[in-house]
């Protein structure tokens, strides 16, 4: 077979897969498969041909996308294939077999299967050699050197890098060559063992191979000519290009000219730049160490070392070290639960090589500065009460009393405490409402640029603070977070961001999410600000928009004044949701250019505030735990928790049962189509290119690896299909839910098996679903039949925020044009600890009151659950449109609606008396 119809071979095959690597995998189990039988037909004397097409066929599949792998390695692939074409096909069949178990089971990072590869090869000089001085349990990598060299070479630097391991070496490392741009790109992408890259001088621009097979997975494309560049320009080209996929990967450059020359132009991306005479021994050791400071986690490395040690424990906390346990007659339970190693390391110690949260000066600090070297931020904290703690310290350390702030109306409680305490005048912001699935998207640029215009207008823009946003939402519509900053800081340039991340840690460790986190783009708007060309663009559109309307702004797309924007961004992300990290755990991101001079005393008296002064050690050292495997392992885990989301929609889809009762909502269902230009409607779903298309120009994008499954046809609320059908009697557990739908989600924890388990499950529903229906009576079905028209059928349309009441508006100008929306919500709130100056009223008296002309106005949060977003907040006034979408909703559980008495609302003295207050 040619190369070139080898690629539309594997473009076929690899539709459905989002993750050559698992499509790797699979391809080699059913060649093992394949290979088994064609030797046993050989050995049987049976007709061959079928055996050996399909055989051949799946070599094929592997040929164009092997050469990126360091195990078995291109000379052992080429190897095996030679015994096939001799028709030697049980050795064929043996080798393939021991190649795919080592793949399948990962056991090719212990080193013992590199001798079947070997010997496949014929390439080591003592087979097996190697196993014997890899002890098993030796964290693996691979790295990658781009330089276009012969087999000899290659086997040389191969041998020689070997050559320098020493049993007590931490790690163990292969090397994958590869002689392009093109082919350093993909297999950036595809190879996730990929620790770090060695550059040399001798690279080519194209692959000169067929790359049509894995054009999908990775955009190779080399900008211009790289020829035209000199070898050093060229490695510093490819050096950002791989940075830009993986920022994580530790980057050498090696060279044959002065070093010194090329050391002062090269990029901070580059950990060290070695001349090639100079051996390998330096390269080894910095590649290895390279991955050491990645590997190391300082707290939970003292934590450890702290539990092992005898101490007398004169203070409190009977717990520690297991004391209080372990000769207890009645609690032993609790050691044969948790094992030991646990309450050996409880321990109030802030000294003995711990650290105090609230004053780090030793491990706890080291571990934060890991953190916020992963992660992409200036300083990183770390929160042992969850986002609800970490949102309400950035809140306190940036929002003082009166400072006007934006926020999205959906966001969490913890925002709208946090400026409760802080004395906040609020803003809230309406997300588009999705009314036929009962949810809620995201906040239209349109309407946050509306409101900063309106508040310059009315002179008041130096008051407006800080802009807080949640992103990724619940349901997983992401932001274009770097245009939201960009068009927010043109019209207020010390605007300061608060993005709520409580759901997208993982998205740092994928190249399609990254550029839409809060610590990216900071740094990446930081950048274009720094750029002098930037300062011309700038200079020459502020001309052309001098003059323009408000309305014309609008349309416009606007960008920042270099001389005045500031980059203040804050990311708050619940560690624990979405990586690994003990309940609680989360981070405070921060990349603020006044940090130092206007922020730090505040934030740290603000982290004072609402910090325990007994923080969980545990939860601490999961954190400095969860960042390690994060840096090291977070492209692999996220990869996956995207496939596994794309197989979850692609199994309910296609099954014919599924079907009838359960639908995946895509993008185009949940994002309007005015805010998707790039007109794309399953972004990953065709293709991983188009997925960035999609991502790299639409205001909004979804999640893929959140997966809303629209139940409407089944007649089961989703409240009741979560709470009945998944949990009681299958145990699948889920969070969200709405009116007709469900919302799964994959993380990266979660297997190939658990998705199948929940296939199986929802796939066992449908059937109970067909069998109830079969055996339904009239009545029943009739009743059936209305259930599913009430789900199908839209509700009452999602209520706006209506406004609040003139007496918790400080605002109190007569003029509507230049009059703005801002609530005071600590008077509104702390009105209500007054018992008489409240009254419930039931659903019914508020509509009559509301009918009859009056205001009826909220003294408490009313938040239905589902969908668990705030319809009233205190001070808001009610309008038939809340109480009519009030009525709609099937929900039982209404936090701030009494079931006896009502809602409580402020009679009118408390109106007036807040009124004065507004006034004074
Ligand atoms: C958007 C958002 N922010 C913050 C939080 C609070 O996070 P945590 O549970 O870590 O306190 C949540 C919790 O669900 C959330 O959904």
Not at 462 to 471: A, E, F, G, H, I
């Amino acid at each position: 077979m040619n190369a070139a119809s080898a690629g539309g071979t594997v473009r076929n095959a690899l539709s459905g897969y989002n993750n050559l690597s698992q499509y790797r995998k699979d391809t080699w189990s059913t060649l093992e498969e394949a290979a088994e039988r064609l030797a046993a037909a050989a050995a049987a004397d049976r007709p061959l041909d079928t055996h050996v097409d399909r055989v051949q066929d799946l070599i094929d599949r592997l040929s164009p996308i092997e050469r990126y792998w360091a195990f078995p390695g291109p000379q052992a692939f080429q190897a095996g294939r030679r015994l096939f074409t001799a028709g030697k096909y049980t050795r064929f069949s043996r080798a393939v077999a021991s190649v795919s178990r080592a793949l399948a089971s990962d056991s090719f990072r212990n080193g013992i299967p590199w001798s079947v590869a070997a010997a496949i090869t014929d390439q080591l000089d003592h087979p097996g050699a190697l196993a014997a001085t890899t002890p098993a349990q030796r964290p693996y990598f691979e790295v990658l050197v781009v330089e276009d060299m012969s087999e000899a070479q290659e086997r040389a630097l191969r041998q020689e890098l070997r050559a320098w391991r020493r049993p007590d070496d931490e790690f163990i490392y292969e090397i994958v060559v590869v002689p392009s741009f093109e082919d350093a790109v993909i297999a950036a992408r595809i190879n996730f063992g990929l620790q770090a890259v060695v550059i040399k001088r001798r690279f080519t621009q194209h692959s000169g191979r067929d790359m049509s097979a894995v054009a999908d997975f990775a955009d190779a494309r080399s900008p211009g000519d790289l020829m035209e560049h000199s070898a050093e320009d060229r490695a510093e080209l490819l050096g950002r290009a791989l940075i830009g996929i993986r920022p994580e990967l530790d980057l050498y450059m090696m060279t044959e000219i002065t070093l010194e020359d090329v050391a002062a132009s090269v990029s901070h991306h580059f950990r060290r730049i070695f001349h090639s005479r100079e051996g390998t021994l330096e390269l080894h050791l910095s590649l290895l160490g390279g991955i050491q400071e990645r590997y190391q986690a300082p707290f939970f490395n003292a934590l450890q070392k702290y539990s092992h040690r005898p101490t007398g424990v004169f203070h409190a906390l009977p717990i520690s070290q297991g004391k209080s346990i372990v000769n207890s007659h009645w609690i032993k339970d609790m050691i044969d639960f948790y094992g030991l190693e646990i309450f050996l390391a409880e321990t109030s110690a802030t000294c003995g090589g711990l650290d105090s949260l609230l004053e780090p000066t030793g491990p706890l600090r080291d571990a934060q500065d890991l953190a916020a070297r992963t992660f992409g931020s200036r300083q990183t904290y770390f929160a042992t009460n969850g986002t609800s703690t970490a949102n309400k310290i950035v809140c306190q350390a940036l929002v003082g009393p009166g400072d006007i702030v934006l926020v999205d109306r959906n966001c969490h409680q913890s925002h709208h405490y946090g400026l409760m305490l802080s004395g906040a005048h609020v803003i809230y912001l309406d997300a588009y409402p999705l009314n036929e699935y009962s949810m809620y998207g995201a906040v239209p640029l349109r309407s946050i640029k509306a409101q900063l215009l309106a508040l310059r207008r009315a002179g008041k823009l130096d008051r407006v603070k800080m802009l807080m946003l949640t992103n990724c939402t619940f349901d997983g519509m992401v932001y274009d977070v770097e245009r939201v900053m960009q068009e927010c800081l043109a019209l207020k340039p010390d605007l300061v961001f608060l993005w709520d991340e409580a759901w997208f840690a993982f998205a740092r460790f994928h190249p399609v999410y990254r550029p839409r986190t809060g610590m990216h783009s900071a740094g990446s708007l930081l950048g274009k600000l720094r750029d002098p060309q930037y300062k011309k663009v700038y200079q020459a559109w502020s001309e052309q928009i001098r003059g323009a309307t408000d309305e014309q702004l609008l349309e416009t797309r606007l960008i920042p004044d270099p001389a005045r924007a500031r980059v203040r961004v804050y990311a708050t992300q619940s560690t624990h949701k979405t990586l690994t990290s003990l309940r609680q755990g989360s981070m405070i991101h921060v990349f603020d250019q006044d940090f130092g001079q206007k922020v730090e005393e505040t934030f740290h008296e603000a982290y004072m505030a609402h910090t325990s002064t007994s923080p969980n050690y545990q939860i601490l050292a999961s954190l400095d735990l969860g960042r390690r495997q994060a840096a090291l392992e977070g492209f692999e885990l996220v990869q996956k928790q995207v496939e596994y989301a794309m197989r979850l929609r692609d199994a309910v889809d296609n099954h014919p049962l599924l079907r009838r009762y359960m639908r995946c909502l895509t993008t185009a269902d949940l994002i309007p189509e005015q805010f998707r230009p790039s007109g794309i409607g399953q972004p990953l779903r065709s293709g991983l290119k188009n997925m960035q298309a999609a991502w790299r120009t639409d205001e909004f994008a979804l999640d893929p690896s959140r997966i809303t499954i629209y139940i409407g046809a089944t007649g089961i609320d989703g409240d009741t299909f979560k709470r009945v059908h998944l949990m009681d009697r299958h145990g699948v557990q889920i969070n969200k839910t709405s009116r007709n739908s469900v919302l799964f989600m994959t993380n990266i924890g979660t297997t190939r098996s658990s998705v199948a388990y929940l296939i199986e499950v929802l796939v066992k529903i449908a059937r109970e679903l067909d069998e109830t229906q079969a055996d339904m009576s009239l009545a029943e079905r009739a009743a059936h039949e209305h259930a599913v028209r009430r789900l199908t059928s839209p509700s009452a349309p999602l209520p706006d925020f209506s406004a609040f009441h003139d007496a918790f508006r400080p605002d109190t100008s007569t003029d509507p044009a230049v009059r703005t929306p801002e609530g005071d919500v600590r008077r509104a709130f702390f009105l209500s600890y007054d018992d008489a100056l409240c009254e419930y009223l039931r659903p019914e008296q508020v509509r009559e009151k509301l009918e009859a002309g009056h205001d009826v106005v909220s003294a408490t949060f009313v938040t239905p659950y589902p969908p668990g977003f705030p319809v009233l907040v205190p001070g808001q006034m009610f309008s038939l449109r809340i109480l009519d979408y009030m009525d709609s909703l099937d929900t039982s559980e209404v936090h701030g609606l009494r079931a006896d008495r009502g809602y409580r609302v402020y009679i009118d003295k408390a109106l007036e008396i807040a009124a004065e207050g507004t006034a004074g």
